[in-house]
């Protein structure tokens, strides 16, 4: 299987046409390219009873801990579905030759293997990393411990990975150990046996504990949700999908998942709702092309139109869209433009029978459907039915796959080469660069790809203010106080700061150093003496004073 095939959106075009500005510009020197990696599960050498499932654990912590703006992991839903291809079951372990030839297949820069054992008191993991490009074979890096600390462990062996991939991370080991997401094991262990299980019952049982032993556990609400949705339990997938909060980096697939949970269940309100906050957030072609479906069946005939016309504008080879966009433009009265869109489909080798059917509606002039009231309740099934004497016309049709990775892989390619480009400019260029990568990051939940950016950013241009001070709120956010406050003294003596000086003063504020809290907050608002984020915490530094008097 090669990669996903990438669907353009049209700000994926945009995208497109900066890579290839960015070809040109570079033409003649090397460009780097977005890495990707594939972890395997982790061989089990241990007699002990019970540890199996730490073999398909060391994919999901590697991963999440390995991923970066240039490293990307690929999922395990596009691993298993590889190996699926091959022929070669879940449950069986593939030879090397077997890995080879799929990570081949799949353009993997990377392969990740390993195993592990425990002796009863000592628990022990090997990896070793597999250079595809190179054909070479790092050597093993190991960790070890008490099982308990099992996680800590993964961690480090995904550190003594990275050090092996040109460049190595721009932060230290200790740094990158900080900045990884605790994972509670108890809730982790449920949540692996639960994409493990095949029994539907046992996999929710599985993670349902997950989530009572940790409620912020996401990933375990997402796969509860695509359980019930494979069931096609709606209502219950579209519970747990929503519960995932916005800002979270899974929010993406659970949005989608859940507009189409509602989308089934004919909640065309609710489904609009969720695919529209996806379309803000990622431009990706399959969602404007589903808010399409929405918008006509809730009636909404030119809002349908104009979103199958930004769909085929962005991919104009896929034939559902073209499809789609006729039906729309027919429904609204522009007959020729719908029969302009079939013919175009069907030029383009498309043998789809029910674009035929409804060219030759067209072509016999027939007429399109009544409006529908867009207050009216909402219709169920799958078709709308027409009058007796009128034909069937053909329903708009709904995209089912979510590719938020394709187009992440473009983004991570822009960022690569536009940081080529850079590398022949001044530290203080690429310092910026690295700033607003890293708030973007951090808009998306990636803290610690965010702190690679800022630290990125200060290496740099170690004179940067704006890097410290937005290291600063990340550490504070992690709780790292003493390195948030060590962070936010450089960004001030730099060059004071709203940021740098509101982070001293919460700082303060939790110490309960009021007066240089307060002094702090006043220098804040004397530099922008509107921000609501000072003043809101004057008032906070006001009545504690008040009440410590």
């Not at 049982?205 to 990933?219: D, G, I, M, Q, W």
Request: proline share 5%; glycine share 4%.
């Amino acid at each position: 299987m090669q990669r996903s095939v990438i669907r353009f959106t049209y700000h994926s075009l945009f995208l497109l046409a900066t890579i290839c500005l960015l070809c040109h510009l570079g033409a003649g020197q090397a460009l780097p390219g977005t890495r990707t990696v594939m972890v395997m599960p982790f061989e089990n050498q241990t007699t002990a009873p019970g540890l199996e499932w730490i073999g398909e654990a060391f994919p999901e912590v590697l991963s999440q801990r390995m991923e970066s703006p240039r490293l990307y992991v690929i999922s395990r839903d596009d691993r298993s579905y590889a190996f699926d291809h091959t022929g070669i079951p879940l449950t069986v372990r593939p030879s090397r030759a077997t890995v080879y030839r799929v990570a081949e297949q799949m353009d993997a820069d990377y392969v990740v293997l390993g195993n592990y054992n425990f002796d009863g008191q000592t628990f022990k993991a090997n990896a070793q990393l597999l250079d595809m490009k190179k054909l070479h074979l790092y050597p093993e890096v190991h960790s070890s411990g008490a099982l308990a600390n099992l996680i800590d462990l993964q961690t480090m062996l995904a550190w003594e990975l990275l050090q092996q991939m040109a460049p190595p991370p721009a932060i230290t080991r200790d740094q990158f150990l900080k900045a990884s997401t605790p994972i509670r094991l108890d809730a982790f262990e449920s949540y692996i046996r639960g994409i493990l299980a095949t029994d539907q019952q046992q996999k929710i049982r599985y993670l349902r504990n997950a989530v009572k032993l940790n409620p912020n556990y996401t990933l375990a609400m997402l796969q509860l949700g695509k359980t019930y949705y494979g069931n096609h339990e709606y209502e219950s997938a579209a519970a747990w999908f929503s519960r995932i909060p916005k800002d979270d980096p899974v929010a993406g697939e659970a949005n989608f998942l859940l507009g189409m949970s509602e989308f089934y269940r004919a909640s065309f309100e609710k489904a609009f709702i969720a695919f529209n906050y996806l379309a803000t957030r990622l431009p990706l072609t399959e969602v404007y092309n589903n808010l399409g479906v929405v918008e006509a069946r809730r009636g909404r005939r030119a809002s349908a139109v104009e979103y199958f016309s930004k769909a085929v504008s962005a991919d104009p080879s896929d034939p559902d869209y073209r499809f789609n966009l006729a039906v729309a433009l027919f429904k609204n009265g522009d007959s020729s433009g719908a029969a302009r869109q079939l013919r175009e489909e069907l030029q383009r080798g498309s043998n789809d029978g029910e674009a035929k059917v409804l060219l030759d509606l067209i072509n016999r002039g027939g007429a399109p459907p009544p409006p529908v009231n867009p207050n009216a309740p909402a219709a169920s099934g799958n078709a709308l039915l027409p009058p007796s004497n009128q034909p069937r016309i053909p329903l708009e049709r709904i995209k089912r796959n979510y590719d938020e990775a394709s187009y992440r892989q473009i983004e991570m390619e822009i960022d690569n080469l536009a940081e080529a480009r850079l590398a022949k400019t001044d530290g203080r260029t690429r310092a910026a660069y690295h700033v607003e990568r890293g708030k973007q990051l951090l808009a998306r939940n990636m803290a610690t790809q965010a702190e690679s950016e800022f630290r990125a950013a200060i290496s740099a241009d170690h004179n940067n203010a704006v890097a410290h001070a937005q290291l600063a709120i990340l550490l504070e956010k992690k709780s790292d106080l003493a390195n948030a406050r060590a962070e936010a003294q450089t960004s001030v003596r730099l060059q004071p700061n709203v940021d740098g000086l509101l982070v001293l003063a919460r700082l303060d504020l939790k110490q309960s150093q009021l007066q240089s809290a307060a002094s702090e907050v006043d220098r804040a608002l004397a530099l922008q003496p509107a921000d609501a984020t000072a003043q809101a915490l004057k008032r906070d530094i006001a009545a504690k004073q008040t009440v410590s008097k």
